[in-house]
């Protein structure tokens, strides 16, 4: 596997980076997780432009200019034989502050440490799709007012890596947090949207969540579709009473969802409107491809 690291390709096995990374010792850094249809990436310049708001917010400057970036995902692709009609693409890219002394004060690192890594994209398996998944709602909360904000891809997930071992726990699939007033916020690596009588729900940005790229395109999509949205504020019992409930994400797209806590979310199976919005996101994601 070919790794781009700071200025350079390198191979995974020289793909190496000091003990004295801030990113390291205090997950002072930020990502994006992106993926590609074929050699067409989705929604790239925004993932693009959340990396760098990202970074902004925690006063990091992300050394690549952005003009620089396609280029740059396009070489991981090819370099690592992805992107192409046998394997879509599944690129991370994380900048962290970088090598410095111990401490935390960021000057003391001089430059950001910049990682590409470019894998086969792996989806959930179809039988999920059809069946559907369950979840927990996890003990653990997303973030307190003050704290950092969900809306940063920071490197520092701990919250949801605590939320993701409740879910192993329970030998469910995934785990939704709840925020400091016991609204729901998002799953640990998704966003999450239920159905009632025909409208769509999901949980405002305000709530403390990462503003999905996916989600942006589901509401847009709901819109296309006539279903009327709402976003809102909303409590577990909400949710426990819907019709239907799905995640999304950049890989896993739409995610149906059948039960919570062990109580079934509508009939236990992936509900009609869910499948119809699986369906139009299939049938027009190539409107969000970029070269
Ligand atoms: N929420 C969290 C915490 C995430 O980590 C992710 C993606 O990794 C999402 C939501 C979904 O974001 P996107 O649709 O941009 O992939």
């Known amino acids: 596997m070919w790794i781009f690291l700071n200025d350079r390709f390198v191979t995974e096995q020289d793909a190496k980076i000091s003990v004295f990374d801030h990113g390291f010792l205090y997950g002072d850094g930020v990502y994006e997780t992106i993926r590609s ?32 970036w396609p280029r740059l995902l396009h070489e991981a692709m090819d370099r690592n034989q992805l992107g192409n009609d046998q394997t879509d693409a599944y690129l991370r890219i994380t900048v962290s502050r970088g090598v410095g002394e111990i401490g935390l004060d960021p000057a003391l690192c001089q430059t950001p440490t910049v990682v590409i890594m470019a894998k086969p994209l792996h989806p959930p398996a179809a039988e999920l799709y059809q069946r559907g998944v369950s979840l927990v709602i996890a003990q653990t909360r997303r973030n307190l007012p003050s704290a950092l904000s969900p809306q940063i891809k920071a490197t520092n997930f701990l919250n949801n890596i605590l939320a993701k071992r409740e879910a192993i726990a329970a030998r469910v699939f995934d785990a939704l947090l709840l925020n400091w007033e016991g609204h729901l916020t998002e799953g640990t690596v998704s966003n999450v949207f239920f159905i009632s009588q025909g409208r ?19 509401l847009q999509m709901a819109g296309e579709l006539k279903i009327p949205v709402h976003e809102g504020r909303f409590t577990p019992e909400e949710l426990l009473h819907a019709d239907e409930c799905f995640l999304t994400n950049t890989s896993m797209e739409v995610m149906p969802v059948v039960s919570v806590n062990g109580q079934s979310i509508g009939h236990s199976t992936p509900g009609p409107l869910t499948r119809q919005l699986h369906r139009h996101f299939i049938d027009n994601r190539s409107r969000f491809l970029e070269p």
């Open 200 to 218: 769509l729900y999901t949980p405002s940005v305000e709530c403390g969540l990462l503003d999905g790229i996916t989600r942006t395109i589901l």
């Open 37 to 68: 249809y074929g050699a067409r990436i989705f929604m790239r310049d925004h993932h693009l432009s959340r990396l760098h708001r990202s970074a902004d917010a925690i006063g990091l400057t992300v050394p690549i200019p952005p003009s620089e």
